[in-house]
């Protein structure tokens, strides 16, 4: 039988800590609990401490996708489950992740659905984000940022230097797992509200958000993005220089800034795509 390592970043979650770890234990009695504590200046490490869940501190906060990385290098479970210190998830809902990599997958997320997103803004830019994601691997993309989650830690650990110190850990994880092939499941749950503030500044993270954009498409196939970008300014190229050819019968600067454009965001591509797959080239 697999052993079960379940890791849980926190910065100053210690109100939450209180009432999660205790039913987290109840619900997974034999598991191993890691809280990895990211530079927090409450009494985190006094929580885990009562309750002995084992307790990973850092001297300073260096992110999400740190800790998470920490947790994953410690841990000594067949399977990992990453999941908030925040208590929105639902300790019962280990089984359920877990039970799906017992069925073959080598990840299962699971999904908010759209009760669980933290105001619409959030809700919007994820339901972007899933579409993207779906529309580049061809598989349907339930939740892209959900930070709970069940993998195998040696297929998860395959990535772990891909993955970056912030909030966009899930994005990269499941797009590295769709691109070698590591087949990834979905399941439906409730995510409560979380105890506490975000740690999350709309004005600080939204462009890391809209980036998440951008490294969908350079972990998996960046051709898929800029193809059609390129298709389309050397279209808007054409479309100009018909304008200008029947209006004016001559060809105009900006028909020709455009087809450059097209040339230069499609050679962008080519090289994108080349070092994706040289990125992969251990795990292909």
């Given at each position: 039988m697999n052993s079960l390592s379940i890791i849980l970043p926190a910065k100053n979650e210690a109100p939450a800590l209180a009432d999660l770890l205790p039913r987290?234990?109840?619900?997974?009695?034999?598991?191993?609990?890691?809280?990895?504590?990211?530079?927090?200046?409450?009494?985190?490490?006094?929580?885990?401490?009562?309750?002995?869940?084992?307790?990973?501190?850092s001297p300073y906060s260096m992110g999400n996708g740190a800790a998470i990385k920490r947790g994953a290098r410690v841990a000594s479970g067949d399977i990992l489950v990453f999941m908030d210190g925040d208590?929105?998830?639902?300790?019962?809902?280990?089984?359920?992740l877990v039970e799906k990599l017992e069925q073959g997958f080598d990840m299962a997320v699971?999904?908010?659905?759209?009760?669980?997103?933290?105001?619409?803004?959030?809700?919007?830019?994820?339901?972007?984000?899933?579409?993207?994601?779906?529309?580049?691997?061809?598989?349907?993309?339930?939740?892209?940022?959900?930070?709970?989650?069940?993998?195998r830690a040696e297929r998860f650990r395959e990535f772990l230097y891909l993955l970056p110190n912030g909030f966009s850990y899930p994005t990269t994880s499941t797009m590295a797992f769709f691109r070698s092939a590591y087949p990834v499941a979905y399941l439906s749950i409730?995510?409560?509200?979380?105890?506490?503030?975000?740690?999350?500044?709309?004005?600080r993270d939204g462009l890391r958000f809209l980036l998440i954009?951008?490294?969908?498409?350079?972990?998996?196939?960046?051709?898929?993005?800029?193809?059609p970008t390129s298709a389309m300014f050397f279209l808007f190229g054409l479309a100009n220089y018909a304008w200008t050819f029947?209006?004016?019968?001559?060809?105009?600067?900006?028909?020709?800034?455009?087809?450059?454009?097209?040339?230069?965001?499609?050679?962008?591509?080519?090289?994108?795509?080349?070092?994706?797959?040289?990125?992969?080239?251990?795990?292909g």
């Open positions: 987290l234990r109840t619900a997974q009695p034999t598991a191993e609990i890691i809280v990895v504590d990211d530079g927090s200046t409450d009494n985190t490490r006094a929580i885990c401490a009562q309750h002995g869940i084992q307790c990973l501190t208590g929105q998830h639902d300790p019962a809902d280990v089984a359920r699971g999904a908010r659905d759209w009760g669980s997103q933290a105001g619409v803004g959030r809700g919007l830019a994820n339901t972007l984000y899933n579409w993207l994601a779906s529309h580049m691997t061809g598989h349907e993309v339930a939740d892209l940022t959900s930070g709970f989650r069940a993998v409730k995510a409560s509200q979380r105890v506490g503030k975000s740690h999350i500044k709309p004005l954009i951008f490294k969908i498409a350079t972990l998996y196939s960046p051709l898929k993005l800029f193809v029947i209006h004016e019968g001559r060809l105009t600067n900006m028909s020709t800034l455009m087809w450059s454009a097209a040339v230069i965001i499609f050679l962008i591509g080519l090289v994108s795509e080349q070092i994706t797959a040289l990125t992969y080239r251990h795990h």
